[in-house]
């Protein structure tokens, strides 16, 4: 693997790599010209980089041999064998200083936004002149990345891409960023550590280079532990133990001591399941359970709230078009398709909550006639699913009673339920794997619900939101909306 790093503190990224974890596996070349003359005040701040070619120097080349490459830019792997007397290393790391491509005394690479503003702009020619040095010596097919701010959030699935490349060029921004016409005319991906900002893209590159590096191969002395690492399959990791045995008043599992291999890894995978869907929801959301995940799930039952968790469409109290209470009808539409959601989502059970004994009745009928007609077993069991209740308390009796159960409302009206605190689909589920109470999401129908049911509502979840000035969801829409926020696998990036 090769990549060339464009900037202006070439020492800063030679100190970076010979200290770090991957020195043993890397060569390090500077291509372009000789090592950078000390900055003009105007440039970089006295204080930019004055340790850092010293924590080189002092680690000397017996980590990473180094090869300075003076003149036009030669062939990298021509460098590498006319000045590295060492054997071949997996991983092989270029600067490239865009102060080495400048025409003045001052080797100047910044100045002064047009329109106006503090600080200073990366200057286009040098950058450009130092991108297609590195490009000349990597090859045409090298990608160019920008480390900046506004790019892409870097995730492990950017890394194994950019793993795969044969070459890459990483270009680091300084000051206010660089001018936009070289992103346009010379950059193929911009990629962003996180929302926050750093002095300057360097320490970027060298969390990138890490990452990569421990995907090439002959880099790790354990190729399997790349796998087995946090983000591998969108999981974090699992804990890890070593000597002593106990520490204080806590010891190691006794599963991981039983010799037992299958346990062992049975006991792993479940904490990493565990782990990721408590601190990171959304990374678990991206994760592709297999049948043995599904198996080890159930038996985690904080994690698996979509299995505990029943809805309940309320015909009664609800509120008509001029506020009234009423009691809505209950259709065969919303009975058929809501028991499909839930049965999609894997939910324990779907209430239809009417106080009218005949629309129980009708319930009742409809349900057992799927589940008793032949050919349509994923009707039957997408019917199964549905009983009706005579009032919220009663659904909710049939869950464990009040207190015991976790019971959220629903609303498209922003001002419904004042009192009640609102959470969004990631806050309910966060919530909801801190116990294992049995969740009950409500539906209204008509207009809403009456303020009748307020006292057994915990909390109410965020409406779905559109077009501002229109929000009429059919109910059906509502839930099955509602359902993939909750408990929906998020499509995987795929870039």
Excluded at 48 to 76: F, K
Excluded at 445 to 462: D, S
Aim: aromatic letters at 4%; a neutral charge.
């Amino acid at each position: 693997m090769k990549i060339a790093v464009v900037t202006i503190l070439p020492e800063l990224i030679e100190g970076g790599l010979l200290a770090g974890v991957v020195a043993r596996a890397t060569t390090l070349i500077r291509l372009g010209g000789a090592p950078a003359a000390r900055p003009s005040v105007t440039d970089e701040p006295a204080t930019g980089s004055a340790a850092a070619p010293t924590a080189a120097a002092a680690a000397g080349s017996a980590a990473a041999p180094r090869s300075p490459v003076a003149g036009p830019p030669e062939e990298l792997a021509l460098a590498e064998e006319a000045t590295v007397r060492a054997p071949a290393r997996p991983l092989t790391v270029a600067t490239v200083n865009p102060r080495d491509f400048t025409t003045d005394r001052h080797r100047t690479v910044d100045d002064t936004p047009y329109g106006g503003g503090p600080g200073m702009v990366m200057k286009p020619e040098p950058l450009l002149a130092a991108m297609e040095c590195a490009r000349q010596a990597l090859g045409p097919t090298a990608r160019r990345v920008l480390l900046t701010p506004v790019g892409r959030p870097l995730d492990q699935h950017a890394v194994r891409r950019l793993a795969a490349e044969p070459a890459l060029v990483l270009v680091c921004g300084r000051y206010e960023g660089i001018d936009e016409r070289v992103i346009e005319e010379a950059i193929d991906e911009e990629i962003s550590l996180g929302d926050y900002v750093l002095s300057g893209g360097e320490l970027g590159a060298l969390v990138l280079i890490d990452a990569i590096a421990r995907l090439v191969p002959g880099v790790l002395g354990e190729p399997s532990s790349a796998t087995e690492e946090s983000f591998s399959d969108a999981l974090l990791e699992y804990p890890q133990y070593t000597r002593p045995w106990r520490l204080g008043q806590r010891q190691v599992p006794d599963v991981l001591a039983s010799g037992n291999h299958a346990a062992i890894a049975a006991w792993r995978r479940a904490r990493s399941l565990e782990r990721t869907a408590l601190r990171r929801p959304d990374l678990f959301a991206l994760h592709r359970p297999t049948a043995a995940d599904r198996k080890l799930l159930t038996g985690l039952r904080n994690l698996d709230v979509a299995g505990r968790t029943s809805i309940a469409l309320v015909h009664h109290p609800v509120l008509d078009r001029v506020g009234a209470i009423v009691t809505s009808a209950v259709t065969n539409l919303d009975l058929h398709d809501l028991a499909r959601s839930s049965r999609t989502f894997g939910l324990a059970g779907y209430f239809v909550v009417t106080p009218v004994t005949a629309q129980q009745d009708k319930v009742r009928h409809i349900a057992r006639m799927w589940q008793e007609q032949e050919g349509f077993d994923h009707r039957a069991s997408a019917l199964e699913l549905v009983r009706p209740a005579s009032s919220l308390s009663e659904a909710i009796a049939c869950l464990g009673g009040p207190g015991n159960v976790r019971v959220v409302a629903t609303s498209a009206n922003p001002r419904s339920l004042p009192q009640v605190p609102r959470v969004t689909a990631a806050e309910l589920l966060a919530a909801a794997r801190a116990d294992d109470r049995p969740v009950l999401v409500v539906f209204g129908t008509g207009w809403g619900l009456a303020e009748g049911v307020n006292p057994l509502i915990e909390q109410v979840l965020c409406p779905i939101d559109g077009a501002p000035e229109w929000n009429h969801l059919s109910v059906r829409s509502a839930v099955a909306i509602t359902l993939d926020r909750l408990f929906g696998l998020r499509e995987p990036r795929t870039r």
